[in-house]
């Protein structure tokens, strides 16, 4: 049973160009959320998707930020504009509907560097 | 708001010494709560985690979390650690009945030397 994977795994941008960031979730999971883990800091929520819908975008920067979670295909994280400071792992996590007694499962993550 | 304190950015220990992290949390409505293990470029794996019932909760590897109410924190501990316990551990909070969102404290570097 495949984990959540995310891809790419690193990805270099220069500053202005778009950053695309894809996940898919595990199998039977319907719940996709998306953390920013800056250097020396925890996770911070960025978004919660369910298929097709936005649940909670409270943590999403108001600007350049985009997610969605299509009917089919993986999990969009969109950045436009890229500037220095979004350098950062990016992840993913799914759950089924049963969270929280079936937990959030993380991807590995994507390392965004901007140039 | 919620919002998790892990109180050590850094704990170093001997092999096969007891440790214990430490996590506070504050918010004015009930939440679960959840340990995560980090090793490097990987993600976050579920170590343990506190719904409900029983206040001490263990793991499959010997380490075991306590939720104190009054106290307001979750730490955790393990009696005896390896070198492959070397990581970094998140503690984190989701509101009961809230958005499921989890709310991360900024985690703590355990090294383990022998």
């Known amino acids: 049973n495949a984990g959540v994977m995310q891809n790419p795994r690193h990805l270099v941008r220069r500053r202005g160009q778009e950053a695309r960031l894809r996940c898919s979730p595990m199998k039977g999971h319907s719940h996709v959320y998306w953390y920013r883990q800056l250097p020396e800091e925890g996770l911070k929520f960025m978004v919660y998707?369910?298929?097709?819908?936005?649940?909670?975008e409270s943590g999403m920067p108001k600007e350049r930020f985009s997610a969605e979670f299509p009917k089919e295909g993986p999990s969009i994280l969109r950045i436009q504009q890229v500037v220095r400071g979004d350098s950062a792992a990016y992840f993913c996590?799914?759950?089924?509907?049963?969270?929280?007694?079936?937990?959030?499962?993380f991807g590995d993550g994507t390392r965004l560097s901007i140039l | 708001a919620q919002s998790v304190t892990q109180l050590d950015s850094q704990v170093p220990v001997f092999e096969e010494a007891p440790v214990e992290l430490r996590c506070n949390y504050s918010s004015s409505v009930s939440v679960y709560l959840f340990w995560y293990v980090q090793y490097p470029n990987q993600g976050l794996q579920l170590l343990l985690k506190y719904l409900s019932g029983s206040t001490l909760v263990e793991s499959i590897n010997g380490f075991e979390a306590e939720f104190n109410k009054s106290q307001t924190s979750f730490h955790l501990r393990k009696p005896s650690v390896h070198i492959s316990d070397t990581a970094e551990y998140f503690c984190?909070?989701?509101?009961?009945?809230?958005?499921?969102?989890?709310?991360f404290g900024k985690g703590t570097k355990l090294t383990v030397n022998p």
């Open positions: 984190a909070a989701s509101r009961q009945g809230g958005s499921e969102k989890l709310v």
């Open positions: 996590a799914s759950s089924p509907l049963d969270f929280p007694n079936q937990p959030q499962h």
């Open positions: 998707l369910q298929k097709e819908n936005i649940i909670d």
